[in-house]
């Protein structure tokens, strides 16, 4: 078995993504309800809450005296691959997954000085097909959980600008498991150099499950500028760093499925007829084996981000802005593969895995409107949208992480329950145009996405998110 291939798989799903629908590569968006509802184009204008800690580190200088907020974000994702040869539609199984975030903040009028903290999920994947999905040999579920907790200071330098910057600590665990094609392994014996495929045995035969886990520590900063140009316009800006994450010891386990086969003629030097698959195999599912229990490293930088637009402030109770992201997943050309252990009898041998993704980018708008009278008296309706450009070339829409380009529709309102407490939800729907993609590897820079391409992905999301902010 190509080993490889498991871990290529494990550690892209760590850096890339559920829903490869929320944001460019397997970015998230959803921090803050408040900042879903307005399209996330809040960095320049922002929410009035704690949540600009992420947004724009600067504005937290605009809040007043001290804030929390903490909420959570369900995203359901659907999606499917049409396979060319067949006409089959497989859907995928994606679970639900709810991000949290937290934040709290302070500020007050005497002090130019403001502070806080936010604990927040910037990046994460969930991705699971069916049993009987043929790219299962690339991936049956991938998963990813990267959390930054992110401790901010701003300044104002004057009453109409403010400067913000925070360091970052970051902790990103990874899943990944996929089925073994029997075609791919090697004979067991003296006898190395063949594999089952070529005694004929059929690709995407399955005879086992590949388990991958690790973890990883990484570092960086956020930093923000807000302005207040007028009395009807304001400006902001914000930069995330990249941070790498280095998978050191990730562990992939190896787990056998019958196959019920057995060799209808003689192998010279090897096996007689009738020999059981299943039999000979079963010792490479040990400790000594070729598939025992191995370590692999790898290293994956999550992209930096930068963030920047406008907000109008001109009509009565109305906010609009409009603003630009762009991620730098352009750094993501290879994924490289080192084991620990790099005996031919024992493992696969090192490598680099050819991805060549581009740099992404966004249009947000956001529509926020305060009521001052009526039976809606201080709430807030909210309406976003939102498009952006996928950061996967088109050879490398792959069954971990489908990526295209896609678009978002947002609404949501501010509900006060008290002087102190109020409710932020919101409702995204994420769409997509579909794209054709692979279920198989990529081996050279020569092939094309003609070559490699066998069918066509669709994906789309519903996101439901509240949250719950305090004032005090």
């Known amino acids: 078995m190509k080993v490889h291939r498991a871990i290529r798989h494990l550690l ?3 850096t890339v993504l559920p829903a490869a629908v929320h944001a460019q590569g397997f970015g998230l968006n959803e921090i803050g309800s408040c900042a ?25 200088t605009r809040l007043n005296g001290k804030s929390g907020l903490i909420g959570v974000a369900p995203i359901a994702v659907g999606g499917d691959f049409t396979q060319d040869t067949t006409g089959a539609v497989y859907q995928g199984d994606v679970p ?78 990874v899943e990944l498991s996929q089925a073994l094609d029997l075609a791919d392994q090697r004979l067991p014996g003296a006898d190395t150099t063949r594999t089952f495929g070529n005694l004929g045995f059929a690709r995407r035969t399955e005879f086992g499950r590949a388990k ?117 997943w352009k750094a993501f050309k290879e994924l490289p593969v080192d084991f620990e252990n790099t005996t031919p009898e024992t493992t696969a041998p090192d490598r680099a895995l050819i991805e060549d993704y581009n740099n992404a980018s966004s249009l947000r708008a956001g529509l926020e409107h305060r009521f001052m009278s009526g039976f809606a008296s201080g709430w ?30 947002n609404l949501g309102a501010g509900i006060p329950l008290t002087t102190r407490w109020a409710l932020d939800a919101s409702y995204a729907y994420v769409g997509t145009w579909g794209s054709r993609g692979r279920i198989d590897e990529r081996t050279s820079r020569a092939q094309t996405a003609a070559q490699l391409n066998t069918g066509f992905y669709r994906l789309s999301a519903n996101i439901l998110s509240i949250s719950l902010k305090a004032t005090y």
Not at 158 to 168: E, K, L, Q, R
Not at 386 to 402: D, G, I, K, R, Y
């Open 12 to 14: 892209l799903g760590a």
């Open 96 to 173: 639900t997954e709810f991000p949290p975030h937290l934040f709290w903040a302070s500020n007050t009028a005497a002090s130019r000085l403001a502070y806080g903290i936010g604990v927040y999920v910037p990046y994460g994947l969930t991705n699971q097909w069916g049993d009987g999905f043929p790219g299962r040999f690339s991936v049956t579920r991938a998963s990813i959980q990267t959390v930054y907790v992110q401790p901010t200071v701003a300044f104002k330098i004057n009453p109409a600008w403010s400067v913000g910057v925070g360091p970052i600590v970051g902790h990103s665990a």
């Open 212 to 328: 991958l886990t690790g973890d990883a520590w990484g570092f960086g900063f956020s930093a923000g500028l807000h302005g207040i140009l007028n009395e009807r316009w304001q400006v902001g800006v914000r930069y995330l760093h990249k941070i790498d994450f280095a998978y050191d010891d990730a562990d992939a386990t190896f787990t056998q499925t019958n196959t019920g086969l057995r060799f209808g003629g003689a192998v010279p030097g090897a096996f007689t007829a009738g020999s059981s698959v299943d039999s000979i195999l079963q010792p490479q599912f040990t400790s000594t084996g070729r598939l025992g229990t191995q370590r692999v490293n790898t290293r994956i930088a999550h992209p930096a981000q930068v963030q920047a637009g406008f907000t109008y402030t001109g009509w009565t109770n109305t906010d609009l802005s409009v603003e630009y992201a762009w991620l730098g």
């Open 36 to 60: 879903i509802a307005r399209g996330f184009a809040v960095t320049s204008g922002g929410c009035r809450d704690a949540s600009v800690i992420y947004w724009n580190p600067a504005a937290i």
């Open 380 to 409: 807030a309706g909210r309406l976003g949208a939102s498009a952006a450009t996928s950061a996967a070339p088109p050879e490398t829409v792959t069954p971990l992480l489908p990526e295209q380009d896609r678009y978002t529709l």
